[in-house]
């Protein structure tokens, strides 16, 4: 079985900054990719950033385009999401997630860290 586990969450200030981790354990996959995502009560959940495994590619959702950066590391299924400029509007539970090889989508989710961004 494979598990996702976010870190990094936390409260901070309008202009502050936060770095989420999220690292995979259990048993070893191959992923087309692992992405962050978002959600505020009541609303549905967003996907806030991606990665792809191979070539690196990234993607980013207009709201956060110039402010966040996922990146991985070299080895393993480790993926970090880098918060700068932060808004209160980013206030939310941000989800790791992977899409695995012969999956359709995303199939592996983590649990979830909250992030607050106070104005």
């Known amino acids: 079985q494979v598990q996702l586990v976010e870190s990094g969450g936390g409260l901070v200030q309008a202009g502050g900054s936060l770095r989420l981790s999220c690292a995979a354990s259990?048993?070893?996959?191959?992923?087309?990719?692992m992405g962050w995502f978002r959600q505020v009560p009541g609303k549905e959940r967003e996907l806030v950033a991606s990665?792809?495994?191979?070539?690196?590619?990234?993607y980013y959702a207009d709201s956060v385009q110039g402010r966040f950066t996922i990146s991985r590391a070299k080895s393993g299924h480790t993926v970090y999401l880098q918060m700068n400029s932060l808004k209160p509007d980013d206030t939310a539970v941000y989800y790791c997630?992977?899409?695995?090889?012969?999956?359709?989508?995303?199939?592996?989710w983590g649990r979830g860290t909250q992030v607050t961004v106070s104005s």
């Open positions: 990665i792809r495994w191979s070539g690196g590619s990234t």
């Open positions: 259990g048993r070893t996959f191959s992923a087309y990719g």
């Open positions: 997630a992977a899409s695995r090889v012969g999956s359709n989508g995303y199939d592996v």
